[in-house]
């Protein structure tokens, strides 16, 4: 099961720090990322990092101010958002599956979502 955390209501060009913590199974060998779904929109990828940390991928939209890194310990990947953008406004899905990629469908498993919204 996975659990994320973290969403809020913030101002443009604040910052916020999303959680996805694991129970039930050890995801240390998964590939773990994040996605988001805006209302009326499909789910889009976000980020994400191979299961030693090693590699992360973001989308364009969010490179260089998003960084993605996890806690194999503590089985918990994190979302560091920092310049936020209205257009970031969605909920943020936590999911782990075994191939680094960027297609949503390709995950295994699922979080529930949790909410970001960025006020202008």
């Known amino acids: 099961q996975l659990q994320a955390c973290g969403g809020g209501l913030v101002q443009a060009g604040g910052s916020l720090r999303l959680s996805c913590a694991a129970s039930?199974?050890?995801?240390?060998?998964?590939?773990r990322g994040w996605f988001r779904q805006a209302p009326g929109k499909e789910r889009e990828f976000v980020a994400v990092i191979s299961w030693s940390g090693g590699n992360a991928y973001y989308a364009d939209s969010v490179k260089g101010r998003f960084t993605i890194s996890r806690d194999s310990a503590k089985n918990t990947v994190y979302l560091q958002m920092n310049s936020l953008k209205p257009e970031d406004t969605a909920v943020y899905y936590c999911?782990?599956?075994?191939?680094?990629?960027?297609?949503?469908?390709?995950?295994?498993?699922w979080g529930e979502g949790t909410q970001v919204t960025v006020s202008s």
């Open positions: 039930g199974r050890t995801f240390s060998s998964s590939v």
């Open positions: 999911a782990a599956g075994k191939v680094v990629t960027t297609n949503p469908t390709a995950m295994d498993y």
